[in-house]
């Protein structure tokens, strides 16, 4: 083939990128775009602090494929208006991209294959976002799972693709027109300025420093919010700066040789990655989980509106220290530790009663790796709504987490600086005297005891 194009989406690397490479192979040159949405201000699920990350992972992208001989093409608007025009005019025959894993990326496709056929040109779409897509882990009657550990046992048995090299060259026509890379201000945003350095390289840095010492004690580490027990690659999965079969197969290496306790650390990890493969399929075969709970018996439950509420959740001032600083590692950084997106999202449905899908949209508006299915999914679980969800007695109390994942109230003294200097015992109860703990630091918003029995109450009335 003269000429392609390679539609870049979720896949913002130049390593180990399967539409990318089969490009490069088929094609003697190959134009790589990006299509701006056009979106202003508000958007339901995103925000800032992604946005941000993505226009530095698009400069980051840009500088790598000049490297290889090109140079990423922007262009705004519609992506099949877009692609249906670039194509025309760089003559090229067909446009090769990476399969998303949700139904709006799909949807997009769709449309995309569509109008590109009614001119002749060609979508080739790739599998690269996951290991296993939708429909390769199947039960043994061929349908879809529900739950999770039998889903992890098939997802296992399967053979696993193998990680490429990254791409060395790539011939592309000289004198395409291309818009400025993007800013937050293309979107009326302001820059975010908290997060995580975006780009291939920082990714492969964030992996190179886990695997190489705290993958090994990640199964003892990784609930204990104050400390760097986790990989911190979220963000490089969604917006694939780091190729998953990489992740996945470096990982696996860095079990050989390992005691037999740093080899289940090894499959711990593994096992988070397979659970966001869990909910990519959750998502795509029950798309409605949405917009209800995925256990159709608890749609219809009684949620509270309530804004005070609400705000005092976002803005972090609950009075409990623990959701404080998960709430406020949130707004400052784009990021949440694993556990306390747990224990914020409990305490919204379950302390407070406000319906999950308020802090899903939160979640998704203020993470910088919000991820549509694994968002979807953590919420659900949290609330006790979703597949293989936590069961709904099974309420956590913020106070037990917080002395047993921040005993010495780390994390807390971290992200609360109003509770800095004072001792962790105070964060381990609602205060007995019933005055705040800290000049300016408001008392608890709700008494858990009590609102767990009222959780309880609501739940047994639709169960
Ligand atoms: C309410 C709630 C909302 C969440 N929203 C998101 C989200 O929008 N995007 C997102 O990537 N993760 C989400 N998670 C899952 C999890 O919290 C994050 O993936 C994790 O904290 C990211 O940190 P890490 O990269 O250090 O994870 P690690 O512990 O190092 O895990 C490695 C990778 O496995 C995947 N992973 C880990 N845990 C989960 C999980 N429970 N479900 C699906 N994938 C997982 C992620 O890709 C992660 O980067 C959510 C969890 C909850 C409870």
């Not at 224990?343 to 919204?348: P, Q, S, T």
């Not at 939160?362 to 991820?371: A, S």
């Not at 015992?425 to 767990?452: C, M, N, Q, W």
Request: charged share 30%; with cysteine; proline share 5%.
């Amino acid at each position: 083939m003269k000429r392609a194009i390679h539609w870049f989406r979720r896949d913002l690397r130049i390593t180990d990128n399967t539409a990318l490479a089969a490009a490069a192979k088929e094609a003697e040159e190959v134009v790589p775009v990006y299509v701006v949405s056009d979106w202003k201000k508000n958007h339901r699920w995103t925000g800032a602090a992604r946005q941000t990350f993505l226009c530095g992972s698009l400069a980051a992208l840009d500088g790598n494929l000049r490297a290889i001989g090109s140079g990423l093409v922007v262009r705004e608007g519609e992506a099949e208006e877009v692609l249906v025009k670039l194509a025309r005019e760089t003559k090229a025959e067909a446009v090769f991209t990476n399969r998303d894993p949700d139904l709006f990326g799909r949807g997009a496709e769709m449309r995309v294959a569509k109008m590109l056929a009614e001119d002749g040109c060609e979508l080739r779409t790739f599998k690269d976002t996951a290991i296993h897509e939708r429909d390769e882990v199947k039960t043994g009657q061929g349908g879809n799972f529900r739950v999770f550990t039998p889903y992890s046992r098939a997802w296992a048995k399967l053979d696993k693709p193998a990680a490429g090299p990254a791409l060395k060259k790539l011939n592309s026509p000289d004198g395409i027109k291309s818009a400025a890379l993007p800013t937050p201000a293309h979107w009326g945003l302001k820059d975010f300025t908290g997060g995580v350095e975006p780009g291939e390289k920082a990714a492969r840095a964030r992996l190179k420093k886990f695997l190489s010492g705290p993958i090994h004690a990640y199964g003892e580490t990784r609930d204990l919010m104050g400390e760097d027990g986790t990989s911190r690659i979220s963000q490089d999965l969604r917006h694939g700066l780091l190729s998953i079969r990489e992740v996945y197969h470096r990982a696996k290496d860095a079990a050989e040789g390992s005691s037999a306790t740093g080899r289940n650390n090894v499959w711990k990890f593994i096992s988070e990655l397979i659970w966001r493969e869990f909910y990519f399929q959750i998502l795509w075969h029950y798309p409605e989980v949405l917009e209800h709970e995925f256990n159709a018996k608890y749609r219809g439950m009684e949620w509270d509106q309530d804004q005070a509420k609400y705000r005092a959740w976002c803005e972090g001032r609950t009075g409990f220290p623990i959701v404080d600083a998960a709430m406020r590692q949130l707004n400052e950084t784009g990021y949440m530790h694993n556990r306390s997106r747990m224990i914020a999202a409990m305490f919204l449905t379950k302390d407070l009663h406000l319906d999950w899908r308020l802090g899903e949209q939160y979640f998704m508006q203020t993470l910088i790796d919000g991820e549509i299915a694994s968002n979807n999914g953590g919420w659900q679980w949290s609330a006790g709504t979703g597949a293989d969800a936590a069961p709904y007695f099974r309420i956590q109390n913020p106070w037990s987490q917080t002395k047993r994942y921040d005993p010495a109230g780390k994390y807390i003294k971290q992200w609360v600086p109003e509770l800095a200097d004072l001792p962790a015992a105070k964060f381990l109860d609602a205060p007995a005297d019933g005055k705040p703990i800290a000049a300016g630091y408001p008392l608890p918003i709700v008494d858990h005891s009590t609102e767990r029995d009222e959780t309880l109450r609501r739940f047994k009335m639709v169960a």
